[in-house]
C-alpha cells in the first residue's frame, strides 16, 4: 500500500496543527523523570559536569531514536507491530510487539506513580500536608486501600482523554497540560532562586568539574537519563506520528522535543537543588549533606524530602502544591501516551477507538493493582522494564540497520520540502554508535546488579537482579514470537483491506 493511502486511512484522526504534535510530543517526553529523577541523578553525578554528558547523547541517543520512531509511524500509518512488521519484515514484527509490551509493563506501574503525584497535591491543598510528618504519611498512605483508588482515577482519566480521539483528547488536553507546566516549574524557579543560599545550589548545579568526566559512571547515567527521559525507543512518538501531517519534519521536530525535554529537566533542577541548599542553609551547613538527601530513590526525595523542604519556606504550603500540580501534569500527559499507543495497536486490528480505549483502561487498571498493592513488586516492574527500554532502542536501531542506513534516511526519513535535512552522519550513528551506547548500557546495569549482590545476582525472584530481568524478558520474547504470525497477519490484513 501506497504512502498516500496510508495517510488517508489516518486522515480521519490528525493533529489539528504541527503544534499539535509537538505539545503531545513534549507531553509523551517530559514527565515525572524529569522532576523526581533528573534533580537527584544530576546532583550524585558531578552538576555541570553530568549535564555536558548528557547533552551529548541526547545528539547521540535520543534524537537519533526519535527521527526513527517518527519517520516510521508517519511512513507506515501504524501503531508500533505494524509500523516493525511493514519496515523490518513479518518475521520481526515481534520486536514491535515487545517495544510495546515493555512501554504497556511501564504504563501498569506509572499510572500508580501518577496516582500518588494525585493524592499529594490533594493533601497538600486541602489536607495541610506540611503539618503531617512526611515519613509517616508516605508509609501509612503506600501500606493503605488509598493507591488503589488513585490509581483507578488516574487510569480512568488518562483513558477518558484518550476516547475523546486525537484533536479533542490528545492535542487539547497537552495544549493545556504543558504550557502550563513549564509555567509552574518557572514560578518554582522563582521561588527557589529567592531562597538564602540558592546561588550556593546553583553554583553546585551549573559549574562543571571537568575531571569528573574521566569517571565513566557520569557518561553512563547520562547516558541512561537522556534514554529514559527523552522517551525515545519507546514506541510513543512512533504513535503519535501517525497522525502527523505529510509535511511534518522528523529531524525538526525530534530536535525541538529533545532540546524541549532537555529544558524541563533543568527547570526542575533549579526548582529543587536550591531548595535542598537553603534547608540546609539554616543548619550545620556541608555540601555532603546535600548529597545524602539527593541518594535517597526517586519515592524518598520527591514524596519525604520535599514535603520537608518546602515546610521551612514562606508559603511553602502553596509551593508545594504548585510543585505537585506540576508533577501531576507532567504524569498525566506521558500517561495518556502510554495508553494511546495500546489503543493504536488495538485499532490496526480492526477496533473501533472506544472499544480499544475501554479494553486498554481495564486492563490498565487491573494489571496495575498489584503495583499498587506492593510496593516490592512495583521496584522489581521498575527496574525489570526500565531496562527493557535499552533493548526497545536496539530493536529499532535494527530495524534501520535491516533495511540500510543509507536507504532509511533517503527514501523514509529525506522529503523535498523539508527545510532541514539529515546527513551521512545519521548512518555512523546507526551502524557503530547507537549499538555502542545499546551494549555500554545494558553490560553497564547488569554489572552493577552483580557488583551490588555477587551472591544473588542471578536470583530469579528477587526486586532487582539479572536473573530477574532476563527471566521476564525471555518469558515475554519467546510468547511474542509465537504469536508473531497471529498477530501481524490481523494488522497487515487490515491494513491491506483498508
Known amino acids: ?27 509523551m517526553a517530559v514527565g515525572t523523570g524529569n522532576i523526581w529523577r533528573f534533580p537527584r541523578i544530576v546532583s550524585q553525578q558531578g552538576g555541570g559536569a553530568f549535564i555536558i554528558a548528557w547533552i551529548i547523547f541526547l545528539l547521540l541517543w535520543s534524537i537519533p531514536l526519535l527521527i526513527i520512531e517518527i519517520s516510521m509511524g508517519k511512513k507506515t500509518r501504524l501503531g508500533v507491530i505494524g509500523s516493525f512488521g511493514k519496515m523490518a519484515g513479518r518475521n520481526c514484527a515481534w520486536m514491535g510487539t515487545f517495544v510495546a509490551f515493555v512501554t504497556t509493563a511501564i504504563m501498569f506501574y506509572y499510572s500508580v506513580v501518577t496516582g500518588w503525584c494525585i493524592k499529594y497535591f490533594i493533601a497538600t491543598t486541602f489536607q495541610g500536608l506540611l503539618k503531617r510528618n512526611s515519613l509517616e504519611l508516605w508509609h501509612s498512605f503506600t501500606s493503605s486501600w488509598e493507591p488503589i483508588l488513585f490509581h483507578f482515577l488516574a487510569m480512568g482519566i488518562g483513558a477518558f482523554i484518550i476516547y475523546a480521539g486525537v484533536v479533542k483528547g490528545i492535542e487539547r488536553a497537552n495544549k493545556i497540560l504543558i504550557p502550563s507546566l513549564f509555567l509552574l516549574l518557572i514560578i518554582a524557579c522563582v521561588r527557589s532562586l529567592t531562597l538564602p543560599s540558592a546561588f550556593q545550589g546553583l553554583n553546585f548545579l551549573f559549574s562543571p568539574n571537568l575531571s569528573r568526566l574521566a569517571d565513566y559512571k557520569v557518561w553512563l547515567n547520562a547516558l541512561s537519563q537522556s534514554a529514559w527521559s527523552t522517551g525515545a525507543g519507546w514506541g510513543l512518538i512512533l504513535t503519535y506520528a501517525v497522525y502527523s501531517h505529510k509535511r511534518e519534519n522528523p529531524v525538526l521536530t525530534s530536535a525541538t522535543l529533545g ?46 524530602w520535599i514535603p520537608n523542604l518546602f515546610s521551612k519556606i514562606p508559603g511553602g504550603n502553596f509551593f508545594l502544591a504548585l510543585f505537585f500540580l ?110 555502542l551506547q545499546f551494549l555500554a548500557m545494558l553490560g553497564w546495569w547488569f554489572w552493577q546488579s552483580y557488583s551490588d549482590d555477587p551472591q544473588n545476582w542471578f536470583k530469579l525472584f528477587a526486586p532487582s537482579t539479572v536473573g530477574t530481568v532476563l527471566f521476564q524478558w525471555i518469558i515475554a520474547i519467546v510468547l511474542f514470537i509465537l504469536l508473531n504470525k497471529i498477530i501481524i497477519n490481523k494488522i497487515l490484513a487490515r491494513s491491506n483491506d483498508s
Request: charged share 15%.
Open 326 to 435: 506540576a508533577l501531576t501534569f507532567a504524569a498525566f500527559s506521558s500517561l495518556i501516551s502510554m495508553i494511546e499507543l495500546d489503543t493504536r495497536i488495538l485499532m490496526d486490528s480492526g477496533l473501533s477507538r472506544r472499544k480499544a480505549v475501554t479494553i486498554v483502561g481495564l486492563c490498565g487498571f487491573c494489571l496495575g493493582l498489584p503495583s499498587a498493592i506492593s510496593m516490592g513488586f512495583f521496584n522489581n516492574q521498575d527496574w525489570v522494564w526500565s531496562l527493557g527500554l535499552m533493548v526497545s532502542g536496539f530493536f529499532f536501531t535494527f530495524t534501520v540497520l535491516k533495511i540500510g542506513p543509507k536507504n532509511f534516511r533517503l527514501n523514509i526519513i529525506s522529503d523535498p520540502e523539508h527545510k532541514i535535512k539529515i546527513g551521512k552522519w545519521f548512518d555512523i550513528l546507526v551502524i557503530a554508535l547507537l549499538p
Open 1 to 27: 500500500m501506497d504512502e498516500n493511502k496510508l495517510a488517508k486511512m489516518a486522515k480521519k484522526e490528525m493533529f489539528a496543527s504541527r503544534w499539535g504534535i509537538i505539545f503531545a510530543g513534549l507531553g
Open 259 to 304: 532540546f524541549g525535554n532537555n529544558l524541563a529537566s533543568l527547570l526542575a533542577a533549579v526548582a529543587v537543588i536550591p531548595t535542598v541548599f537553603s534547608y540546609f542553609s539554616t543548619q550545620d551547613f556541608s555540601q555532603q549533606k546535600v548529597l545524602e538527601v539527593m541518594k535517597t530513590d526517586n519515592q524518598g526525595l520527591t514524596f519525604i
